[in-house]
């Protein structure tokens, strides 16, 4: 399966952001979706899940209610929407797949992912 994020860019502290992942080439309903991201001289980080058919999200500890994730399957696309970010949420902003579901303690980890996007920036300015 080939992913596509999208929809990063610059914006300002407090403002909305929506990243798009958009898969192609399987049937993307049979996939849990996460996205990660990566800032400068920082690990990867988890960021949130949405587990394949039941739909349960998973969210990394900074989120704290600001950003959900959600999926069109008909579409065959993923969002991140992110209200309130903070200049700290600065980062590359990757998707990844795979054809399982698990606890949260699980699919927070990176090495389970058999598919990567590319990332989109994401740069938030105080």
């Known amino acids: 399966v080939q992913l596509q994020a999208s929809g990063g860019g610059l914006v300002q502290a407090g403002d909305s952001l929506r990243l798009s992942c958009a898969a192609s080439?399987?049937?993307?309903?049979?996939?849990?979706v996460s996205w990660f991201r990566q800032a400068p001289g920082k690990a990867r980080e988890f960021v949130a899940t949405?587990?394949?058919?039941?739909?349960?999200?998973y969210y990394g500890d900074f989120v704290k209610g600001r950003f959900t994730i959600s999926r069109d399957n008909a579409k065959n696309t993923v969002y991140l929407q992110m209200n309130s970010p903070k200049p700290e949420d600065t980062a590359v902003y990757s998707c990844?797949?795979?054809?399982?579901?698990?606890?949260?303690?699980?699919?927070?980890?990176?090495?389970?992912?058999?598919?990567w996007g590319q990332g989109t920036q994401v740069t938030v300015s105080s």
């Open positions: 990844a797949v795979v054809q399982a579901e698990a606890a949260r303690d699980i699919m927070r980890n990176p090495t389970i992912y058999n598919y």
């Open positions: 949405i587990v394949r058919i039941s739909g349960i999200t």
């Open positions: 080439g399987r049937t993307f309903s049979g996939y849990s």
